[in-house]
């Protein structure tokens, strides 16, 4: 099955800088790649998604890229704020993820330094 | 339009009971998939369920059971409860499984098992 790695597990980032998070992925069937922000104490919730005939998508200040030959895809976020911190997940699934279930990475949780 | 609520929000119980879950997705979702999600090994899909019939499901125990009625509200059961199953269990709802639709997440039940 689906096999994601997510990293950092942890990353502490100056408020105003940029931050990274990247992911790789096992199954070359996979074609839909979602990245959710959860909160303390809330589910998971979307925040930009893309698919595999897409290299690239941005919302703001959110962006993630796929490189499909390479397996992997990353989430960039810029101009970083207090609210931002939270853990992100990123996820790959065959699909829209609803029958064939979203395959996650271990989270990274961002810490915004003031 | 309400999110996807989750009932109970807390429960705590012993080794060898069982538990049910509840689940009402958002008004016209008919996509349903309930995930584990523990500290150790993240996000897990358990199962999802479309038009009362479960499409897919993960890799647990039989234990662990679900089902969907016709309104399209959804439950899940964990039977001979272990201290493993102690976990944030999570309820995503999307309109339909075969279009890439976001999944939205609700808040959670979380279950303690003593």
């Known amino acids: 099955g689906e096999n994601v790695e997510q990293h950092p597990s942890t990353l502490s980032v100056q408020e105003g800088d940029s931050a990274v998070i990247k992911c790789t992925y096992s199954?070359?069937?996979?074609?839909?790649f979602p990245w959710y922000k959860q909160e303390l104490g809330k589910g998971p919730q979307l925040i930009i998604d893309?698919?595999?005939?897409?290299g690239e998508k941005k919302d703001q200040r959110i962006a993630v890229t796929l490189n499909k030959t390479a397996k992997h895809f990353s989430l960039h976020i810029t101009e970083t704020q207090p609210e931002d911190s939270a853990v992100y997940f990123c996820?790959?699934?065959?699909?829209?993820?609803?029958?064939?279930?979203?395959?996650f990475g271990k989270g990274t949780h961002l810490i915004i330094q003031p | 339009k309400a999110g996807v609520t989750q009932t109970p929000r807390y429960l705590i119980k012993t080794r060898g009971q069982q538990v049910t879950l509840s689940c009402s997705p958002i008004?016209?979702?008919?996509?349903v998939s309930w995930y584990q999600q523990t500290p150790g090994q993240g996000l897990q899909f358990l199962f999802e369920?479309?038009?009362?019939?479960?499409?897919n499901k993960g890799n647990f125990p039989g234990r662990f059971s679900g089902r969907q009625f016709s309104n399209s509200r959804s439950e899940m059961n964990v039977s001979t409860l272990e201290l493993g199953d102690s976990a944030l269990y999570l309820c995503?709802?999307?309109?339909?499984?075969?279009?890439?639709?976001?999944?939205?997440f609700g808040p959670g039940t979380r279950l303690t098992v003593l």
């Open positions: 995503a709802s999307s309109l339909d499984t075969n279009s890439y639709n976001e999944q939205f």
């Open positions: 199954d070359s069937a996979s074609n839909y």
């Open positions: 893309i698919r595999s005939n897409v």
């Open positions: 996820a790959a699934s065959i699909g829209g993820g609803g029958a064939d279930g979203l395959t």
């Open positions: 008004s016209g979702h008919r996509s």
């Open positions: 369920y479309f038009s009362e019939t479960q499409r």
